[in-house]
Structures are given as C-alpha cells and as structure tokens.
C-alpha cells in the first residue's frame, strides 16, 4: 500500500513550486526594469511591471487552488473522522465491538494521521497542531504495522471460521460502517503477502469496485485501477488460473505502457511463490461448525438448583446447568453481578500484556494461535479476586492454596484461542505449585454478542458465554493422569469483546477433595 499513499501525498502537497516561481521572479526585477522612480515615466516600463504582475498573479493562482485542494482534502478527512466518532460517541463498546469499526480505526492511527503528519512538514502550520501530533505519539504507544497485520488477520480468522461474505464485511452489513476502496485494497495486499490468496482475490474485487463507484478523480481512479489489476494477474497467476490473469494484464496494456506490462509479466513468468488453498483438518472443521453453534450432539440435560454441596449455598443455591457427564462439563450462572465484575475488570485493565502461549518449560511465545491480552490478579489482591476464589473453594471443596493466580484476559478484533490443552502434562514444582492442573474454573466478565464460544472438539460441546457465570471441568483423570478429551478453544471473537478469569487448581493436597479411583480414567 506504500504507492497509493506516497501518489496521494505528492498530489495533496501545496505547489511550493509556484512560490519559488515568484521569488524567482521578483529576483529578476533589478536586471529587467528602470532605475527606482522611472516607472511612471514611461508607458513601455509599466508594460512590462504588469507583465510580471500578471506571472505573480498566476503563479498565485495556481498556488491557491493548490492550497483549497489541500484543504479540501483535510476536511473531507476530518469530517469523515467526525462521522465515525460520533457513531462511537453513542455506544463505544458497542462501536468498538465490531470487528470493522475497530479495523478502521487502527488503520486511520497507523495510515492516515501519519499521511497527514507527513503533509504538514511541507506547509506553514501553527506549532500548537504540529506540537499536538508530536506530543500524540510521545504520551502512549500507538498502534503500528504489525498492529494492522494483525487487525487484518483477525478479519481473516473471522471470514474462515464463521464464512463470512467479504461484500458484506466491505459493505458494513452488521459487522460494522463501510469501507472505503482504500481499505479493502490494504487487506486485500496484506493477505497477498501472507499468501491468503484465496481471500485477497475477493477484497481485490470488492476494491476495485468501490474505487469505480468513488468520487476520486480520473487520474487517481486510472492509477489505482491499473495497480488492482496487477495485484489480480499475479493473484491468479498463484492460485493457477494464469488465463484470468493474462486478462488481467491484457486491460492493463490498453492503459499502460508497455514497459509496464512486459514487467507484470516477467515478473509473473518467474515467480516462484507456490500458492496451497486453505485446507481445514478434521479437528478444524469441528473447531468452525461448534463456533457456528453446531453440534451434533443431541443430549439434553437438565438444570438444577445445588444447595447441598456447602451450606453457604443453602439460602442462595447454585443455579447448574450440566453440559456433559463425562467429563463434568457445567455451567454455574449467576456467580457474580454486574458492579463485582467491573470492579475487577476495572483493576486488572491497566496492567493488560499480549498473551502468550508455553513453548517449553520455562518459554513462552507470542503467537497468532492465541490472540488476546491478560494480566494476573493474586487471590487475596482485590475483595473480589478473593470472592471468586473462594466461590471456586466452596464449590470443589478443593484446598486453595494450590492454585496459581487468576488470569484475566480480553480479547479484541477477531480474538481467539485456538484448541488446547490446560494441563501442562508435567508432575515438577510449576510456579511453586504442586501437581498439574487438575481443574478450570473459567468466569465470564461478559456477554459476547456474536461469537467467543468456548468449544470442546473431541466431545463436540459449545457454550455461549455468560456474564456473571462460570464454566467448570477437570483437566485429569482422578488417578491425575491427563485427559485429552478435554481439549478445548475459545472462539473468534465476531461481534463485541469477550473477557474472561480464569483460576486452575492444581492437583497436589487433593486427596480428601478428590480421592483417586479404582483405574486410571476413573472420572470426576
């Protein structure tokens, strides 16, 4: 996407060469006109003075319109900006939440406002704007380019797990305002470069029909036409279709020169890039359609109220809605209110990190496996930090002082967690814990209005979250060997924003809580 921003900030930059015209010519003055004070005596002299009047006034000319482009332009920008801010003015979660509106924002902070920061450094402006945009970046990090690769994944993630309509998506039906031509071609070039060309093909298309129907002028609408046909020829050219691509570069030749298209073609001729379509495992294709909210699973239990499990529940049961028997999959809702859950939320968000991932004991990665961010909250850190531990005591009578501290964590534009086990597999002294994980307690901060399911694959269950509840299951047999049914994944987050805690238990001073069985896979 350099080109199109470097074409437009050499066409949006007022005509400095008109001015240096002018002083040009006033420089020339002494040599070509009477002495001081002669000018009114003769008629040829004040020709000639209105001569060069006449260049300034149409070096001026010339400069003025340059600079009402230019403003044109930054006030088509700003109201633009204007208009989507006062859509988020009326609910900014809920604007924020779909995966759209919150793209377009990163991509205004890393494209745009920097577009127009470069301008600047080209006109007199007052040092109050320049000193705001300096002082913008200083304050607090802003977002960047790996941060639009990753909004532009997280839309890709969505497209491939809920197969979503890119004509939808770029029109904004439900998942957000419009985009722009400009927009859709900025996905379409990211996921060429990460070989997602099965997609790119589609956003191509979608811009290139925007950039038609646009107010842009002829010229602008020429050279972005010609740049999505070669994004389309090498497209096609990869995924093995060279007929639609030689198409392709046969339009750009009636246009462009022919040293151009004799380059696309070279180019294409020798690329050696392979292109593998997107192809989804069994276990990924149980990962999509429990996302959609299919299951095959035709098992209907019933809820209850549990007041017998601890007598702190007997005036206020536990309202239980079992999901499976074996493995104990339930869902306990109602844990907590609204006021206890912005609390918490409240303390941990300013503490927020980029999630990780184990690698190996004692490594931990950032990967586009798990994209959220999460912070830890020690049990006795907040009054309800150590409510919902000891809701988590009461209910698993385990001990709690084997427990590791409670994960929160948020995710954001197409946030996931892709299938994994929360067992570490590992009988060593993990964080001067003892055992393994032998349960997790999983409390949702909120509702998800589309998407964020909690899925298990080998089991084929979903649950929607909750807010307020908690999902509870083992992670080991009772001989706490491992149990691999209980694979599970948190699904791309389509519509809001998910945040869950998580508070896992581990199996050492279980014993009287959770006495072993007779064999192995002896369940809870």
């Given amino acids: 996407m350099t080109s199109n921003r470097i074409y437009c900030r050499r066409r949006c930059r007022p005509f400095v060469s008109y001015v240096a015209l002018s002083v040009f010519l006033m420089l020339l003055l002494p040599s070509n006109l009477p002495v001081h004070g002669e000018f ?41 900006i204007k208009f989507q801010h006062e859509k988020a003015e009326q609910d900014l979660e809920d604007y924020l939440g779909n995966p759209i509106n919150a ?66 998506m770029a029109n904004g039906k439900g998942y957000g305002q419009p985009l722009n031509w400009r927009e859709c071609l900025e996905i379409a070039t990211t996921l060429m470069d990460e070989f997602r060309m099965d997609l790119a093909v589609n956003w191509l298309q979608q811009a290139d029909r925007k950039l038609q129907n646009s107010n842009d002028s002829a010229d602008i609408k020429d050279y972005f036409a010609t740049q999505i ?20 570069l046969n339009a750009i030749s009636k246009n462009a020169d022919t040293k151009l298209t004799m380059k696309m073609l070279n180019r294409l001729t020798y690329d050696k890039e392979k292109y593998t379509p997107f192809k989804e495992s069994d276990r990924h294709q149980n990962y999509a359609r429990l996302c959609q909210g299919k299951s095959k699973n035709i098992t209907k239990l019933s809820c209850y109220l549990d007041s017998k499990i601890h007598p702190y529940f007997v005036l206020n049961p536990l309202q239980v809605e079992p999901l499976l028997m074996e493995p104990y999959i339930r869902l306990y809702h109602n844990l907590l209110n609204d006021e206890q859950v912005t609390k918490l939320f409240d303390h941990a968000k300013q503490r927020f990190f980029r999630s990780e991932v ?24 907040t009054p309800i ?18 427990v590791e501290q409670m994960q929160v964590a948020n995710y954001g534009i197409g946030g996931l967690y892709v299938p994994h086990y929360d067992y570490m597999n590992n009988t060593e002294l993990v964080a001067g814990l003892y055992g393994d994980r032998i349960t997790t307690s999983m409390f949702y901060l909120s509702d998800v209005t589309q998407g964020g399911y909690t899925i298990f694959p080998e089991l084929d269950v979903y649950l929607k979250p909750v807010k307020g509840a908690m999902v509870m299951w083992p992670n080991l047999h009772r001989s706490v060997d491992p149990d691999p049914r209980t694979l599970h994944g948190g699904c791309p987050v389509l519509k809001g924003t998910k945040r869950i805690a998580n508070i896992w238990s581990h199996s ?8 072993c069985g007779l064999t192995n896979d002896a369940i809870l």
Avoid at 63 to 75: A, F, K, M, Q, T
Avoid at 229 to 234: G, M, N, P, S, V
Avoid at 385 to 400: D, E
């Fill in 229 to 248: 046909k070669e994004h389309l020829a090498r497209v096609h050219h990869s995924m093995g279709d060279k007929e639609k691509a030689q198409q392709h």
């Fill in 40 to 80: 009114y005596s003769s008629i040829d002299s004040l020709k000639r003075l209105d001569s060069i009047e006449s260049s300034l006034l149409l070096s001026f000319r010339k400069y003025s319109e340059g600079l009402e482009d230019y403003i044109s332009i930054i006030r088509r920008f700003m109201e633009r």
């Fill in 103 to 168: 793209f377009t924002l990163i991509e205004r902070v890393v494209r745009d406002w920097k577009d127009v920061a470069d301008l600047l450094r080209f006109n007199d402006v007052s040092e109050e704007l320049m000193d705001s945009l300096t002082q913008l970046r200083k304050k607090s990090p802003l977002p960047d380019e790996n941060e639009l690769r990753g909004a532009i994944l997280g839309l890709a993630r969505l497209q491939d797990i809920y197969d979503i309509d890119p004509e939808d």
């Fill in 358 to 381: 184990i690698k190996a004991p004692g490594e931990n990665e950032v990967t586009e496996k798990r994209v959220s961010q999460q912070t830890w909250v020690a049990p006795r850190e």
């Fill in 508 to 515: 050492g001073f279980q014993d009287i809580a959770r006495p």
């Fill in 385 to 402: 930090s150590a409510y919902m531990y000891r809701l988590v005591g009461l209910i698993t009578g385990f001990n709690m002082t084997n």
